[in-house]
């Protein structure tokens, strides 16, 4: 939309202690030449703007399963493609001696309990007998005080190899690789037979029932943005088919680099058309909370000082700085000490001194 209102008026402009030039007309009368320059009334409106900006879908979860102990692979129970359940084994491994440790701690684990159980009832028959009635003397209190102590003793080592034999059960859960979340296989990397060491990658799983939209969004846009939550997108694929994402989180931090903050939107994508790791061409939709000004392109002077628009006040050029927002197709969007109704000159120069005095009057 038009921020600006454009006339013509015809400036005469005094300095240098010249005055307007002479021409010599049809009847020899001299006749006083006048330069035009063009002028616009600002006007105070809103900015709306959508922009295109490249951006990837990428899964919602991705995970890669790699082994965790030395073996061989026994059986692969999902191939690319296929759709997985959590909990859901994907892949089983061989290991001998993790089979071996498990049955070796069993076996501890008894004879630690044994030895507890035995411990433990010699002591209560020493310690019920030391209580009872008749002649004093009848248990000596360091035999009862060592059966105590070798009771805590056996007590501390069946613990012990309590809590090792259940490592070497975790330890053989291990060999089956599980899905971590429901979703799809994207990868495989390993087949039955096959020798793997622990942290060899097996498998990926993504979870595609929703994707991530990860946009770059430039730093002139990112408060312009800001009240926008939703936004559409097409891909390749699908060249005549809009998809649209709704806003859900953002990195509050400027990259140093690529002077852009990184939007993430969460795409439905329950029908599966859309597939992660494709490039989008997002469309966003802008516009400024208040007002803005918009400017012709040919109104804002630029030079290796500054950046100003002439602007024509009491009868004299003035340059007045401001600083440029965004680009549309109705101008350009600027900052600075301007307000509604100012003048200014549609095709700003610096040769248009400041202070120079000016004639105008807008034409019927």
Request: glycine letters at 8%; aromatic letters at 6%; one cysteine or more.
């Amino acid at each position: 939309m038009r921020s600006f209102l454009w006339g013509v008026l015809p400036v005469v402009f005094c300095g240098c202690g010249q005055g307007p030039k002479e021409e010599t007309g049809a009847g020899g009368v001299a006749a006083a030449v006048q330069d035009t320059v063009q002028v616009l009334l600002l006007k105070a409106d809103s900015l709306k703007k959508t922009v295109d900006l490249p951006g990837e879908l990428t899964a919602y979860l991705q995970t890669e399963l790699y082994a965790k102990v030395q073996g061989y692979v026994k059986a692969m129970k999902a191939d690319i493609g296929d759709r997985v359940r959590t909990g859901q084994v994907l892949a089983v491994l061989e290991a001998p001696e993790v089979n071996t440790q498990v049955a070796q701690g069993d076996a501890a684990l008894q004879a630690a309990k044994a030895r507890l159980t035995a411990s433990a009832d010699k002591y209560e028959r020493l310690n019920r007998a030391s209580q009872a009635g008749g002649s004093p003397g009848i248990v000596a209190p360091v035999d009862l005080i060592s059966s105590h102590d070798q009771m805590l003793a056996d007590s501390a080592a069946y613990e012990a190899l309590r809590q090792q034999a259940k490592a070497y059960t975790e330890v053989s859960g291990y060999l089956y690789i599980r899905a971590p979340f429901d979703g799809v296989v994207t990868g495989r990397k390993a087949d039955p037979g096959a020798l793997v060491s622990a942290n060899t990658l097996l498998l990926t799983v993504q979870d595609n029932h929703i994707l991530r939209l990860r946009v770059s969004v430039p730093e002139v846009y990112v408060a312009a943005a800001a009240g926008n939550r939703s936004l559409s997108f097409g891909v390749d694929a699908y060249p005549e088919q809009r998809f649209s994402g709704v806003l859900t989180r953002k990195t509050e931090t400027i990259d140093a680099v690529t002077r852009t903050e990184l939007w993430e939107y969460d795409i439905d994508n329950r029908a599966h058309l859309l597939k992660a790791g494709a490039f989008v061409n997002a469309r966003l939709a802008l516009g400024r909370r208040g007002p803005s000004f918009l400017l012709p392109p040919s109104a804002v002077v630029t030079t290796l000082e500054r950046k100003f628009v002439v602007r024509i006040k009491d009868g004299k050029a003035g340059w007045t700085d401001v600083r440029q927002g965004m680009t549309t197709d109705a101008g350009i969007e600027v900052f600075g000490d301007l307000h509604a109704g100012d003048t200014l000159a549609v095709k700003a120069t610096d040769e248009l001194k400041p202070g120079t005095r000016a004639i105008w009057k807008l034409r019927p």
